[in-house]
C-alpha cells in the first residue's frame, strides 16, 4: 500500500522531469547567451565577455569544459546552449551530423600552439620530443587522447614523430595520465614535479606554477582550429550569429592574441 | 570485460579494502574513547572527525592537495622526502579513508554506547584488566555495529569519486577506480564502457547489501540482543 503510494510519487516526479528540463527559461537568461566555451579559452573569453559588455553589447554566461564534455551536453539538452565555441573540428561535425547546429554557421576563428611544460619546481629539461621517454618523467599528462581536443593534438603529434622506427606514441602510453579538459591537463602538471604535460601555449601562460620545456616546432605541429558555430535550437540565433561574427573580427582579434592565440588563418574548413 | 574496466574493478576493491583495513582499528578506539571516556574538547574532537561527512568531497581532496604538495606542509619539502601520495593508488587509499573516516567512527560509537556500561563494570571487578575487558567483553558485545560499521566504511569507500580524484586523479590502471572510470566514460562519450561499468557498479552494491544483510542476520551469538 504504502510501497505503491511512494512509486506513484516518484513515477510523477520523474514525468515532471523532461517538463521542467524543457520549460522556460530563466528571466535572467533571456538578456544573455549561454556559450558553451572549450575550458582553453576561459581567460580570453571572460576578458571577450567584458570587452563586449563595456561597448553595449550582449551580456555572456559561460560553460567552460571540454569540447568532448559540452558536445556531449548540448546533444542531451540542445536548447541549453546558444553558441558552441569548440577546440577542434571534431565535435562542431559531431552536432553537425545530428543536425544541432545552425547549418553554415560554423567559423574557423582561432589558432593556438602545444608546448612541453613541467611544474616550475621540477628538475626535468626536455630538449626534443624524443627525451620524453626519459626515465625521469612519471607521468605523461594530456587531456583524454581520444575524446578531448587538446589531448587528440597532443596525440597526432606524437604519433608523427618516430624514435627509432617507432612512433613516439607508442613508447609514452605507459605512463599517460589522461585528463578530462586542457587545464585539468596542466593541474596534473603542477600536482607533481616528475609529471610533464603537452598543453596549449595559452594555457601554460595563463598560470606561473609552470614552465615551458619545449615549444613544439612548427614542422611538427598538427594544425590546431577552434570553430564556433551557432546552436541549431537556440532561441536568440540572432544575437548568437553576431556573436560568432564577432568573434572573427580585428577587436576580438587583438585580445585574442594578447592571450598567444593566433588567428585562424591556415586552419581548413573540411 | 576489457583490460581497463578490469582493472577499475581490481583498484577500486584493493583500493576501498586498503582503506577500511587501515582505518578500522584507529577508528574502533577513537569510537571507543568518545562513547566511554570525558575529556576536555571532546565535542570540537568528535565534531572535526565528522567533518568529512558534511563537506564537499573536493573541498577534502584539495585539502589533503594543497597538505601533501611538494610546498605543503606534509610535502617533499618540508618532510624532506616524498609520501608519493598524488596522483597514485595510495592517494586513492587515502583520500577514501578520510572520506570514510566519520561514517565508522560514528556507527561504531553509536555500537559502543549500546552496549552495558555495568557489563565492563562487572568484568572489571571479576579481575579483568581494562584492555582484557575490551577485548573479551566490550568488542564482542558491539561486534554486530562494528560490522555494520566496516561495511558502511567499505561501501563508502568503493563510491568515494570527489575527494580521490582531486587527490589521486583519474588515470587508467593507476588510479583510475570504478566511479572515476564511469564518470571519464562518460565524459568522453564512450557509451559502451559506460554501460559496462554501471552494470558491474550495480552488482557490486548489490552483492554488498546482500551480503552485509546475510551478516547481520547471521550468527547472533555474535552480537547482543536487547
Known sequence: MTGSWWLRRALALLALLPACAGGERTPQSDTELMVFAAASLRDVMLDQAAELERRGGPALAFNFAGSNVLALQLEASPRSADVFLSADRLWIDHLDRRGLLLPGSTTPFLSNKLVVVAARTSPIAVGELAELTSPAIRYLAVGHPEAVPAGRYARTLLESVLVDGVPLWERVKPRLAPASDARAALALVEARDDTVGIVYRTDARSTDRVRVLLEVPDSLAPPIGYFAAVAGESTRREAATRLVRYLGSDEARVIFERHGFSRAAGVSNG | ?226
Open chain 2, 1 to 226: 570485460m576489457d583490460d581497463s574496466t578490469w582493472s577499475a574493478l581490481q583498484l577500486t576493491l584493493k583500493v576501498a579494502g586498503t582503506a577500511t583495513l587501515l582505518i578500522l582499528g584507529p577508528c574502533t578506539f577513537v569510537a571507543y574513547r568518545l562513547a566511554r571516556s570525558r575529556f576536555p574538547g571532546k565535542r570540537i574532537v568528535s565534531a572535526l572527525l565528522g567533518l568529512p561527512l558534511v563537506l564537499p568531497p573536493t573541498a577534502v581532496g584539495y585539502l589533503l592537495l594543497e597538505l601533501l604538495s611538494s610546498r605543503g606542509p606534509l610535502g617533499r619539502e618540508v618532510l624532506g622526502f616524498d609520501l608519493d601520495l598524488i596522483l597514485t593508488w595510495k592517494g586513492a587509499v587515502l583520500a577514501a579513508g578520510v572520506m570514510a573516516m566519520p561514517l565508522v567512527v560514528r556507527t561504531a560509537q553509536v555500537a559502543f554506547e549500546a552496549v552495558d556500561p555495568r557489563l565492563e563494570m562487572m568484568a572489571r571487578t571479576l579481575g579483568h584488566g581494562r584492555v582484557r575487558t575490551f577485548f573479551r567483553f566490550t568488542l564482542p558485545l558491539a561486534g554486530r555495529g562494528l560490522l555494520a560499521a566496516t561495511i558502511l566504511g567499505f561501501t563508502r569507500a568503493v563510491g568515494e569519486f570527489g575527494a580521490t580524484v582531486t587527490l589521486a586523479g583519474s588515470i587508467p590502471g593507476r588510479t583510475q577506480t570504478l566511479a572515476a572510470a564511469i564518470y571519464s566514460a562518460q565524459q568522453v562519450g564512450n557509451e559502451r564502457e559506460a554501460h559496462v561499468l554501471l552494470a558491474i557498479a550495480m552488482v557490486v552494491g548489490f552483492v554488498a547489501i546482500l551480503v552485509s544483510e546475510q551478516l547481520a542476520r547471521g550468527h547472533p551469538e555474535d552480537g547482543h540482543r536487547t
